[in-house]
């Protein structure tokens, strides 16, 4: 259980701003023998194995910022309601959850389902062509994500069905295995859907260790990038660049599944608008702006989240710490660690990198991290594709998932899920899902014999 705190709503909050004055240090990057791999996160590790492994603050904080960040917690915890309220107002009319800790539990992956309060699924919508940002073309009378819960008496926009069908998959060895394939179907439209909509579900992914990924320099993420595959491993991913709506700057993509999104500001306060409603400085228009909904909203002028819970919030997810990777000297983890390379699994899941120099922050400054991400975008083949585009990553590229913290997906969330919409339910499952510029280490793994394919799942659990 989390510490609670009472929230302070006219508390004085100075955001803290990143400074990426060098380049990445790439020498001897895979050379481990002088660093601890335990240390995940750098000086932003912390030491836990419970279900609260995702939920701890970077070690060394003052009393200030812990102070903030235990604000920024309750705030992310708290349900909201709808206006008129004294506190925690502005609600909907139409939204998707009533909590940012609803959709990712215990600061983690959520729950795969629609129309329920646990439920994390959301569904992107968009229509052919983009928006004046190069951005995905929002779905006239729906915006660009379709909100299925709504205000009493409010007809939400639509009722989105999800059914999952087994599809068997027999490895060469003869061992037989199975893949859980999703179905969406959307029904109970308030209005006709727009001919040629396309749609995208995303499950609410983790956020811990999200400040350390906003303070990997630029340049080491583009030298990641292999367009023209020069290097003939088969893997050509590409950096999103996006529109930030508060810079009104064309900036790198960082977060979301497609890297659709450059900072953790523009992160936090869409997913407060999109999916609860829920109006700031960032994102001073309701997500039905222009639509026929706004007749609910009594005053579309005021702005629901005064400007330090939003800053809270941002904060509480940039100093949230990463678990430690465990069980480094087992037999089996070293095994699997080598067949992961070997595959080149690591040729889009980089192991190793450093952050840039933040003055705010000694944790998150210059650290050796080890994320498993290299932040570009791939395509993983038609079996994931949304067929959907957001800004440069095409309908079947998805940006590379950290995988620092997946062992302990069932442990924070009870029953773990994989994948850009939890359709996997095993480590295994979410590798056999892998395909395009994964395909070659796809198959390679399919092709080893069980007790090295269950050591790189051991490896992977021990992340």
């Not at 000694?362 to 993983?380: G, W």
């Not at 395909?439 to 790189?456: G, M």
Request: hydrophobic residues 35%; proline residues 7%; glycine residues 10%.
């Amino acid at each position: 259980m989390k510490k609670k705190v009472s929230v302070i709503l006219g508390c004085v909050l100075t955001v803290t701003s990143m400074v990426m004055c060098r380049k990445a240090n790439n020498a001897a990057i895979d050379d481990d023998s002088n660093f601890d791999p335990r240390l995940s996160g750098g000086a932003a590790t912390f030491f836990d194995i419970s279900s609260s492994s995702f939920s701890t603050p970077i070690p060394g904080l003052s009393a200030n910022d812990e102070r903030i960040h235990e604000l920024g917690d309750a705030l992310f915890e708290q349900s909201f309601i709808a206006a008129p309220a004294p506190r925690f107002g502005g609600l909907g009319p139409i939204f998707n959850n009533v909590s940012c800790a609803n959709c990712h539990h215990n600061d983690g992956f959520g729950q795969p389902s629609f129309g329920q309060l646990g439920s994390s699924l959301l569904m992107r919508i968009s229509v052919p062509g983009t928006d004046a940002h190069g951005g995905p073309n929002p779905a006239p009378g729906f915006g660009g994500q379709l909100q299925n819960v709504g205000l009493y008496g409010v007809h939400p926009e639509v009722t989105v069905n999800l059914t999952c069908t087994e599809q068997s998959y027999t490895f060469p060895d003869g061992t037989i295995t199975s893949l859980h394939v999703p179905s969406y179907n959307i029904v109970d439209a308030y209005m006709p859907l727009p001919a040629g909509y396309m749609t995208s579900p995303r499950l609410g992914p983790p956020v811990f260790g999200l400040g350390l990924l906003e303070n990997i320099p630029e340049a080491t993420i583009l030298a990641f990038a292999d367009p023209a595959d020069a290097n003939g491993d088969g893997i050509t991913g590409h950096a999103n660049y996006v529109y930030n709506p508060f810079t009104k700057k064309t900036e790198l993509g960082r977060f979301g599944m497609k890297a659709n999104t450059s900072t953790l500001q523009v992160q936090v306060a869409t997913a407060f608008q999109q999916d609860m409603g829920l109006t700031s400085y960032v994102q001073p228009k309701k997500s039905v702006w222009g639509q026929d909904q706004m007749r609910y909203v009594s005053d579309s002028t005021a702005t629901d989240l005064a400007d330090t819970m939003v800053d809270a919030v941002i904060f509480y997810v940039r100093t949230l710490a990463v678990p430690a990777h465990r069980n480094v000297t087992d037999p089996q983890v070293k095994r699997g660690e080598l067949l992961f390379k070997q595959m080149n699994c690591a040729g889009c899941h980089r192991p190793t990198m450093y952050t840039g120099v933040n003055v705010n922050f000694p944790a998150l400054s210059n650290q050796r991290i080890h994320p498993y991400t290299d932040m570009l975008v791939h395509d993983m083949g038609a079996g994931l594709a949304d067929n959907r585009p957001d800004y440069l990553a095409t309908g079947t590229e998805w940006k590379t998932a950290a995988l620092w913290g997946v062992g302990m997906f069932e442990k924070t969330n009870g029953t773990p899920y994989y994948l850009h919409d939890g359709r996997a339910r095993t480590i295994q499952e979410a590798i056999l899902w892998h395909g395009g510029e994964a395909q070659r280490s796809k198959d390679q793994f399919a092709n080893l014999p069980k007790s090295d394919r269950d050591a790189v799942v051991a490896f992977l659990q021990s992340l």
